[in-house]
């Protein structure tokens, strides 16, 4: 049975474990480290005014071996994946599990979504519509071809075609209240986050149970995405840099849970301990990127009660995802993605070095509090070398060239390399290729990786103002 008060209960508990309402006192580690990444930005930054030669273009240097050394760190934690063995079958036993779908105007995608849940190998024991108002046909699509209906505010019955698939009609007010009022109606011991425009591999249910039952202190886990554009040139262009973006930074989500520091989940196919999640508090609606805040709030709360709460990124558990296909819609991904990062760092900021949170707080925190200022880094680095190309400054450009040069050759090295792993890791299902993946690494510097920095700096504008929403 649903909870007779769901948000009035998950509202208590996420005011009673998330930081931002009882702010504790930061912490010297924490002070230090983020001054430290502020110090470095300005005496950079006056440094390319200042500085002669190459070491005017020191904010470049600093980028390119930052990010260097973020690949030598995955490199290093995934070195375990170049023989890997495939894993045995799986089983469809486990855990009970529903699949939480959070729409808002997906009418062209949510048929899709639903019938590749129905194939699966270990089909979820409830699906559940969470519609978060929307206007355009999905209520027709719901009624139409699965018998659904429910008045605004309330929940279908089952379907008759497909047992278990219900409807949760709800006015407009965001994808984490949506999934908090669903939550209510979930009685399985895991549940799953589906993205509308998100489409399960016939496996992926049976290895987030397989994953849940063989770790009790599993909370959170994510599955493995790749990304699917239009079939347009501009579609098709954004999809083959994300391709490779995504094997980059799901690789970086295996090496970061091997140090049991994972904090990124995706949530547009994500699974969770319920009793876990009811008891932190649900989704945090004010968050630009609910999925992220919460596992650093499971986390948080394993760490100060004791308890072996964990989260990992699965290999065997794949699907295919909607990604932005225009200039416009990636640039607004990313500023929210990134407004959220900077909000949740923010409201955590306590954890930023702090050993009781072991290596999450004295490894992957601090990390994130650099990556605070990566795209800022990145964008004044382009902005001075086409000052130096446009003023001519030959006797900067050639040093720069060559620390350019060198990046490029260990991006290929990298991507190469990472390809096998990824291949490895999936069970040999990654749709990539070696000769597009080190054309992407030699275009990405001067093309995509720019734009990832831009809508990053513009997710700076959303932290500050507090401009938020669900695109």
């Given at each position: 049975?649903?909870?007779s008060?769901?948000?009035?209960?998950?509202?208590q508990a996420?005011?009673?474990?998330?930081?931002?309402?009882?702010?504790p006192p930061?912490?010297?580690?924490s002070?230090?480290i983020?001054?430290?990444?502020?110090l470095?930005?300005?005496?950079?930054?006056?440094?390319?005014f200042l500085?002669?030669?190459?070491?005017?273009?020191?904010?470049?240097?600093?980028y390119?071996?930052y990010?260097?050394?973020?690949?030598?760190?995955?490199?290093?934690?995934?070195w375990p994946?170049?023989n890997l063995q495939?894993?045995?079958?799986l089983n469809?036993s486990?855990?009970?599990?529903s699949v939480i779908?959070a729409a808002?105007?997906?009418?062209?995608?949510?048929?899709?979504?639903?019938?590749?849940?129905?194939?699966q190998?270990?089909?979820?024991d409830?699906?559940?519509i969470?519609?978060d108002g929307s206007?355009?046909?999905?209520?027709?699509?719901?009624?139409?071809?699965?018998?659904l209906?429910?008045?605004?505010?309330?929940?279908?019955?089952e379907?008759?075609?497909?047992?278990?698939?219900r409807?949760l009609?709800?006015?407009?007010?965001?994808?984490?209240?949506?999934l908090?009022q669903?939550?209510?109606?979930?009685?399985?011991e895991?549940?799953l986050?589906?993205?509308?425009?998100?489409?399960l591999?016939?496996?992926?249910?049976?290895?987030?149970r397989?994953?849940?039952?063989?770790s009790?202190?599993?909370?959170a886990a994510?599955?493995?995405?790749?990304p699917?554009?239009?079939?347009a040139?501009?579609g098709?262009m954004?999809?083959?840099?994300?391709?490779y973006?995504?094997?980059r930074?799901?690789l970086?989500?295996y090496?970061?849970?091997r140090?049991?520091?994972?904090?990124l989940?995706?949530?547009?196919?994500?699974?969770?301990?319920r009793?876990?999640?009811?008891?932190v508090?649900?989704?945090?609606?004010?968050?630009l990127?609910?999925d992220?805040?919460?596992i650093?709030?499971?986390?948080?709360?394993?760490y100060?009660?004791?308890?072996?709460?964990?989260?990992?990124?699965?290999g065997s558990?794949r699907?295919?995802t909607?990604?932005?296909?225009?200039?416009l819609?990636f640039?607004?991904?990313?500023?929210r993605?990134?407004?959220?990062?900077l909000?949740?760092?923010?409201w955590?900021?306590?954890?930023v070095?702090?050993?009781?949170?072991?290596?999450?707080?004295?490894?992957m925190l601090p990390?994130?509090?650099?990556d605070?200022m990566?795209?800022?880094?990145?964008?004044?680095?382009?902005?001075?070398?086409?000052?130096?190309?446009?003023?001519g400054k030959v006797?900067?450009?050639i040093?720069?060239g060559g620390f350019?040069?060198?990046?490029?050759?260990?991006?290929?090295?990298?991507?190469a390399?990472?390809?096998?792993l990824?291949?490895n890791?999936?069970?040999?299902?990654a749709?990539?290729s070696f000769f597009w993946?080190?054309?992407a690494?030699i275009?990405?510097?001067f093309?995509?990786?720019l734009l990832?920095?831009l809508?990053?700096?513009?997710?700076?504008?959303?932290?500050?103002?507090?401009?938020q929403?669900?695109?």
């Open positions: 049975m649903p909870d008060e769901p948000g009035a209960s998950l509202n996420l005011h009673a474990h998330s930081p931002r309402w009882t702010p930061t912490p010297l580690a002070m230090l983020h001054g430290a990444v502020l470095l930005w300005m005496a950079l930054f006056a440094n390319a500085g002669r030669g190459i070491t005017g273009w020191s904010v470049g240097i600093v390119i071996g990010d260097t050394a973020l690949l030598a760190f995955t490199f290093w934690q995934t994946l170049r495939q894993p045995a079958p469809s486990g855990p009970t599990v779908i808002y105007n997906e009418a062209d995608a949510l048929a899709a979504t639903i019938a590749a849940l129905t194939r190998t270990s089909p979820p409830a699906i559940l969470a519609d206007t355009d046909g999905t209520a027709a699509l719901l009624q139409r071809q699965y018998g209906a429910a008045p605004l505010g309330a929940i279908s019955a379907a008759a075609a497909i047992p278990g698939l409807w009609r709800l006015p407009h007010a965001g994808k984490a209240a949506a908090n669903a939550l209510a109606h979930v009685c399985t895991l549940f986050t589906v993205d509308a425009d998100t489409k591999e016939p496996d992926a249910i049976a290895a987030m397989a994953a849940f039952a063989a009790p202190g599993l909370v994510t599955g493995v995405l790749t699917i554009c239009g079939n040139a501009g098709r954004f999809q083959w840099f994300q391709t973006e995504y094997v930074n799901f970086s989500r090496a970061w849970g140090m049991d520091a994972l904090l989940i995706s949530g547009a196919f994500a699974g969770f301990r009793a876990a999640v009811r008891t508090g649900g989704f945090d609606p004010d968050c990127v609910e992220y805040e919460l650093h709030r499971l986390r948080r709360y394993g100060l009660h004791g308890l072996n709460w964990h989260s990992e990124a699965l558990a699907a295919t909607a990604v932005p296909d225009s200039t819609r640039l607004r991904q990313r500023r993605w990134f407004g959220g990062f909000q949740t760092q923010f955590y900021r306590d954890m070095g702090n050993a009781r949170y072991q290596r999450l707080g004295t490894w990390v994130k509090a650099a605070t990566q795209p800022i880094y990145g964008v004044f680095a382009f902005a001075l070398l086409l000052f130096y190309i446009f003023t006797a900067v450009l040093p720069v350019i040069l060198g990046k490029i050759i260990l991006d290929l090295a990298f991507h390399w990472s390809i096998r990824y291949r890791w999936t069970g040999g299902h749709r990539v993946a080190l054309l690494a275009i990405e510097p093309s995509f990786q990832r920095h809508g990053a700096s513009w997710g700076w504008v959303s932290f500050v103002t507090g401009k929403g669900w695109n």
